[in-house]
């Protein structure tokens, strides 16, 4: 009887430690606001303090590393792929489509790590500084702030042929965003949402000839201003604002040109084209705080995927190559 009562008190044990490895696998991680509390508590100050003086020369800037850290956690999850440089054994991210000749901001993340490597030398991620650079940056072009949760580790491979597959494009229709959004856990309001952080940056002529030249969802005399400047061959990187009016302000304004059928990307009118998209755009549009206030917790819901924490990867010293 005795060893009846043991078996099941092991039993009982083990089903409380698979299902508790079940909840925390299920919860993503155990990244938290405090991760760097003991280890480096400067590196928030230090991030900041780079980002916000390089913001101040050159402000597209910040829409390239808002862009990195989306691209980042799309691909295998926020795990500092995308800064790998191809090597022996692996061809990267850098030249994948959504990539080559746009990815953007790679040397200021370095500049990023090495100062945050002389202060805390071998403790933060090359994750977690473009988790924290993104979010910083949207806060200095005039957008929400949030609280980064962090202890993300790097990646010690990346996937050209992944990052082709997973980071959606430009020419994708509602429902191709909203299946490829879904496979990263991501929800209608979570794609709206991010997709406003269109409000600052530009695309390549690239990107958007076959909108302008193909659809019709898109106002006619701004189709017409753009392929002035966009041919339908060759100039393939003449680059225009994404948002016309107000291109290095984090604002709302994404949303109002949707309303007049002057979203530069199909991927962007797409969002309002008749669609269940549209009462969140109307919405966005109208109220700039009703915006900030989901885009935030969009960005801490993306910043969330797949990350390595515990003894998965590594802490890279240099963002572009295993240590």
């Known amino acids: 009887m005795h060893s009846m009562a043991r078996a099941w008190s092991l039993l009982l044990l083990l089903i409380i430690l698979v299902f508790g490895a079940f909840v925390e696998g299920s919860h993503g991680s155990k990244l938290s606001q405090n991760y760097y509390k003991s280890t480096c508590p400067q590196v928030l100050s230090i991030v900041k303090a780079k980002t916000e003086s390089t913001l101040k020369k050159k402000p597209r800037m910040g829409a390239s590393l808002l862009r990195l850290h989306f691209?980042?956690?799309?691909?295998?999850?926020?795990?500092?792929?995308i800064l790998l440089d191809d090597d022996s054994t692996f061809i990267g991210e850098k030249t994948a489509l959504a990539n080559n000749n746009s990815a953007r901001g790679f040397?200021?993340?370095?500049?990023?790590?090495?100062?945050?490597?002389k202060t805390c030398p071998g403790v933060v991620s090359c994750a977690d500084i473009l988790a924290i650079a993104a979010r910083d940056s949207t806060v200095v072009l005039g957008g929400?702030?949030?609280k980064v949760k962090l202890g993300r580790r790097d990646s010690i491979t990346?996937?050209?042929?992944?990052?082709?597959k997973f980071i959606p494009a430009p020419s994708f229709t509602l429902s191709a965003l909203k299946s490829n959004f879904h496979a990263q856990g991501l929800s209608l309001k979570d794609l709206v949402a991010l997709s406003g952080a269109h409000t600052i940056g530009l695309a390549r002529c690239t990107t958007f000839r076959a909108h302008i030249y193909n659809d019709s969802n898109i106002d006619p005399s701004f189709a017409k201003s753009l392929q002035h400047k966009c041919p339908r061959?060759?100039?393939?990187?003449?680059?225009?604002?994404?948002?016309?009016r107000t291109p290095i302000s984090f604002d709302n304004f994404y949303f109002r040109n949707l309303l007049k059928k002057k979203g530069l990307l199909r991927s962007d009118q797409e969002l309002f084209n008749g669609k269940s998209s549209?009462?969140?755009?109307?919405?966005?549009?109208a109220d700039s705080s009703k915006f900030f206030k989901q885009f935030t917790k969009s960005m801490i819901k993306m910043s969330n995927i797949k990350?390595?924490?515990?003894?998965?990867?590594?802490?890279?010293?240099?963002?572009?190559?295993?240590?």
């Open 278 to 285: 549209d009462s969140l755009v109307k919405k966005y549009a």
């Open 307 to 323: 990350p390595l924490t515990g003894n998965s990867g590594q802490i890279r010293i240099n963002c572009r190559k295993v240590n």
């Open 233 to 244: 061959t060759g100039k393939d990187n003449i680059h225009r604002r994404l948002d016309l």
């Open 107 to 117: 040397e200021l993340v370095d500049d990023i790590k090495a100062e945050v490597e």
């Open 158 to 164: 990346a996937s050209r042929a992944d990052a082709n």
């Open 144 to 146: 929400p702030s949030w």
């Open 71 to 81: 691209h980042d956690c799309f691909v295998n999850g926020c795990d500092g792929s």
